[in-house]
Nanobody
Framework: QVQLVESGGGLVQAGGSLRLSCTAS????????MGWYRQAPGAQRDLVAR???????NYADSMKGRFTISRDNAKNTVYLQMTSLKREDTAVYYC???????????????WGQGTQVTVSS
């Protein structure tokens, strides 16, 4: 099994910044693409940003220029630096990872428990 543990959420004023972290642990042979998704109340879960093992990142259009995703492969950790936060960024942010647990196994998708980000005006 693989666990993803997120941290760094909280309450911030509009225009402020937050940094989210997510660390993977457990049965990991290969930790492949990692990413962040978010889900606002009554809405679907949407991609925020995603990063491959070689550091190639892609972002949802509304986050480009404001959010930066990065990873530390040695620590099995992915980060999301969020700046110029807006009220509409308020959501639960979920970490996602594609993990191969054994050399012969297929990769599987895992989710963290989510961390709340609330942006006040």
């Amino acid at each position: 099994q693989v666990q993803l543990v997120e941290s760094g959420g909280g309450l911030v004023q509009a225009g402020g910044s937050l940094r989210l972290s997510c660390t993977a642990s457990g049965s990991i042979f290969s930790l492949n693409a990692m990413g962040w998704y978010r889900q606002a109340p009554g809405a679907q879960r949407d991609l925020v940003a995603r990063i491959t093992t070689d550091g190639t990142a892609n972002y949802a259009d509304s986050m480009k220029g404001r959010f930066t995703i990065s990873r530390d492969n040695a620590k099995n950790t992915v980060y999301l630096q969020m700046t110029s936060l807006k009220r509409e960024d308020t959501a639960v942010y979920y970490c996602n990872a594609l993990v191969q647990s054994t050399w012969f196994g297929a990769q599987q998708q895992y989710w963290g428990q989510g961390t709340q980000v609330t942006v006040s005006s």
